[in-house]
Nanobody, 122 residues
Framework: QVRLVESGGGLVQAGGSLRLSCAAS????????MGWYRQAPGNQRELVAS???????DYADSVKGRFAISRDNGKNTVYLQMNSLRPEDTAVYYC????????????????WGQGTQVTVSS
């Protein structure tokens, strides 16, 4: 089936940068949208940024101007460049792919990655 594998998380000081990557695999024909969500302890999972196959992006207000999402459709990979990181950005970041069509699926589905920890120290 479809797998989403995230990488790039880690520990960084406030003001630093990290770049997350998420590669989707599994006989994929197309992916409508890809995005990043995050969940901090005690909080609900929230949308950080998303991007359509056509490159239309959307960001949470809290990350606008600091984070940038991009996508390589040919590699089924989405990236999240995170700059000027703050302690409140600390969370597990999850990759999401929606509207995924494969050679085995009759309807498009959504999939999640396993998550990658981002910790920002003050």
């Amino acid at each position: 089936q479809v797998r989403l594998v995230e990488s790039g998380g880690g520990l960084v000081q406030a003001g630093g940068s990290l770049r997350l990557s998420c590669a989707a695999s599994g006989s994929i024909l197309s992916i409508s949208g890809m995005g990043w969500y995050r969940q901090a302890p005690g909080n609900q999972r929230e949308l950080v940024a998303s991007i359509t196959s056509g490159g239309v992006t959307d960001y949470a207000d809290s990350v606008k101007g600091r984070f940038a999402i991009s996508r390589d459709n040919g590699k089924n990979t989405v990236y999240l460049q995170m700059n000027s990181l703050r302690p409140e950005d600390t969370a597990v970041y999850y990759c999401n792919a929606r509207g995924v069509l494969t050679t085995l699926l009759s309807v498009p589905l959504a999939f999640w990655g396993q998550g990658t920890q981002v910790t920002v120290s003050s």
